[in-house]
């Protein structure tokens, strides 16, 4: 799923700073799934903002809603009227439903309230890990599963460099103790699929162009579209 | 190839192309754009070792680059193997820079990964790694002996290089290291620079399996040394440098004796000690010296360990 946290409160007071209709806008979705920014979270952040305001002496209406899925039009319509009373939405959902909401409501003023950071897997309560960065290219079939490009630190596609300890990643620090190098899982996973010869498989260079390097990507399923 | 026989016609590839023991030692360009820290470190190396390696950004700190400083020892009489890292530049980057320090008469060209930008100086950098370091090898043999670009398209002159690469036997998972360097002969490296050697039975074990893939008759193996100047910098790349094994008695060795002169000469010392060691190992073809801003120490090392005069080539 899209994983995000939310912004640190002096910084989201700053982006709607001046305004005097807030709109607090979750998403129900991944944001809601990774209790960062569904329905309740909205309302926390709202009350925050109010208590915040009351104590500056500041008079703000700061009001909250949730669309199903900020990035789809649909899910839009129904919040509609609560954006167009605002005067700043503060948009709680991943970097796809504000910009949605942004597009869909322009030129209204859509603030984002978190930072969308990965596309994760829960991997126990309360813990995302990165695993995908859509890079448009999946070779993960030759990987044991494993993808090299997110989950090494210098994405390479040809074995672990020098760096890797212990079944560590050298970036391992105190902060992030936890990184596992992508290139020791690979091998252990390779070695129990008895495929070993594929960590010797020639990996020519990737194709980035396939990646967001490439430009902004749009997909069309021209089989999909309505007759 | 060219018509003299060789890939690129280096003093390196010449000395072990001969079966002669090589000398390669090391510079780090400095943090500004002072002109004469090269000319220095290179004045001090001439005629002490065959060719030195020139640091691309080393631990991600910035630097005056590989190419510019690469030019300079030469200049100033030494001949330079330019460093390359996938960390900080894209596949255009790396081709347009292998053409640059070749018209600059750059020879040998050594394809890193890198460290990670989180060790230096700018961790917030976006790392490029466009290409991985076995990628980077096989693109500037493919320039070399196709005259072709990666994207396939033509050149007309071809950059004459002789390519190495490193590894790192002391890296995890150890049962892949000797395999991962013959991942580096297949994609065309000439010749392989290994990381700083102190666990020199697990060296030794690993050279064991080098041999047993036939590896050491493909490629030209310079076992790393790194002499310590003190007890601090021994537990300092024991405890904080990726991919270092530097063994606890190794430490104490040094640390036995007096701060200053007595523990630098010890390192000295033990540098030798490993030099004339790793040189009896087969399938070694020379020795690199990484001595990390203690470059005036190698002449000094080079000389005891018996190495000197060092060879001229045509």
Known sequence: MITAERKPFDEILELVDGHKKILVAGCDTCVAICLTGGEKEAEILASELRIKAQADGREVEVEHTAAIRQCEWEYLDMIAARVEEADVVLSMACGIGIQSLAEKFAPKLVMPAVNTNMLGMPQEHAVWLERCVACGECRIGLTGGICPVVRCSKSLMNGPCGGSHDGKCEVTTPEKEDIECAWALIWERLKAQGREELMFADRPPKDWSKSSSGGPRKMVREEAKPV | ?314
């Not at chain 2, 510019?68 to 980057?93: F, H, K, W």
């Not at chain 2, 523990?263 to 033990?270: C, D, F, T």
């Not at chain 2, 399938?283 to 005891?304: L, T």
């Open chain 2, 1 to 314: 190839m060219s018509d003299n026989g060789y890939k690129a016609g280096s003093n390196l590839e010449k000395i072990l192309t001969a079966g002669t023991f090589a000398v390669t030692g090391e510079c780090g360009p400095p943090k500004s754009a002072d002109g004469s820290v090269i000319e220095q470190k290179a004045k001090l190396l001439k005629g002490y070792v065959d060719a030195v390696n020139i640091t691309d950004n080393q631990t991600a700190v910035v630097r005056v680059c590989s190419m510019a400083s690469g030019y300079a020892a030469q200049q100033n009489g030494v001949e330079a193997i330019m460093q390359m890292t996938c960390r900080d530049r894209n596949r255009l980057a790396m081709q347009a820079d292998i053409l640059g320090a070749a018209t600059l008469g750059i020879k040998n060209i050594l394809c890193l990964t890198g460290d990670h930008m989180s060790f230096g100086n700018h961790p917030e950098a976006r790392g490029v790694h466009d290409l991985d370091a076995i990628n980077l090898i096989k693109m500037y043999r493919d320039m070399r002996d196709e005259k072709k670009f990666q994207c396939g398209d033509e050149m007309a002159v071809e950059p004459r290089l002789y390519i190495g690469c490193a590894e790192n036997p002391f890296g995890d998972p150890f049962e892949l290291r000797a395999l991962r360097l013959k991942k580096k002969v297949e994609a065309g490296a000439d010749f392989m620079q290994t990381q700083c050697i102190f666990n020199v039975p697990k060296f030794k074990e690993w050279m064991k399996e080098v041999r047993a893939l036939g590896l050491h008759q493909e490629v030209k193996i310079l076992a790393g040394i790194t002499p310590i100047k003190g007890a601090g910098m021994a537990n300092y790349m024991k405890k904080f440098v990726p991919g270092m094994d530097v063994p606890q008695e190794i430490v104490d060795r040094v640390a036995a004796k007096e701060k200053g002169e007595p523990q630098q000469a010890e390192g000295k010392k033990l540098a030798v000690e490993m030099i004339k060691e790793l040189a009896e190992v087969e399938g070694v073809a020379g020795v690199h010296i990484m001595a990390v801003e203690w470059e005036p120490a190698v002449p000094e090392i080079v000389e005891a360990a018996g190495l000197m005069p060092r060879p001229a080539v045509a």
